[in-house]
């Protein structure tokens, strides 16, 4: 009988820990940014808002048609926005992930293609791909929450 007694307190704690590892209790998703999150969030906005005015210094680059020093702006001081951006829409809420993947996607395709005009050293394209570039880029600005 004390052997069926350990069997029996042997299985119940093997049941038990069993029911217990497979449920798990629900993971609910914010839906709103808490003050804590948008302290965090500003660690990461601080180099994308840099960068703006980086971009000014490309445009300025873009009227001179100053072609080399445009190439050499887009990989060299703005070459870090690509990886900033994207770690930025990582750290969003679910519902702004998607629109701030998309709209940073947007930003480099067109500085991919500045980057190809400055190369042929086509004014009005660069011209065309610069402000769809600093349109989408401030787009993006406008989905990551202000601090108050």
């Known amino acids: 009988m004390p052997r069926f007694r350990s069997f029996i307190s042997l ?3 093997l049941i038990t820990t069993f ?3 497979c449920s ?3 993971v609910a998703i914010p839906t709103t940014y808490t003050p804590e999150k948008i302290a965090e969030l500003q660690v990461y906005v601080k180099p994308v808002e840099e960068a703006r005015e980086k971009l000014e210094v490309l445009k ?3 009227s001179d048609q100053n072609w080399v020093d445009t ?4 990989h060299g001081p703005l070459g870090k926005l690509r990886q900033d951006m994207l770690g930025l829409s990582r750290s969003l809420l679910p519902k702004d992930q998607d629109e701030a993947t998309r709209l940073a996607r947007e930003v480099f395709g ?3 293609r500045l980057d190809a005009s400055a190369k042929d050293r086509s004014l009005s394209a ?3 791909q610069y402000a769809e570039a600093l349109k989408d880029y401030d787009a993006f600005l406008n989905l990551i929450p202000k601090a108050s």
């Not at 190439?71 to 887009?74: C, D, G, L, P």
Request: hydrophobic residues 55%; aromatic residues 4%.
């Open 60 to 62: 300025k680059l873009i």
């Open 19 to 21: 029911l217990v590892s």
């Open 71 to 74: 190439r050499t702006w887009i």
């Open 110 to 112: 067109h500085l991919e």
């Open 11 to 13: 299985l119940l704690v």
């Open 126 to 128: 660069a011209g065309v």
């Open 24 to 26: 798990s209790p629900e």
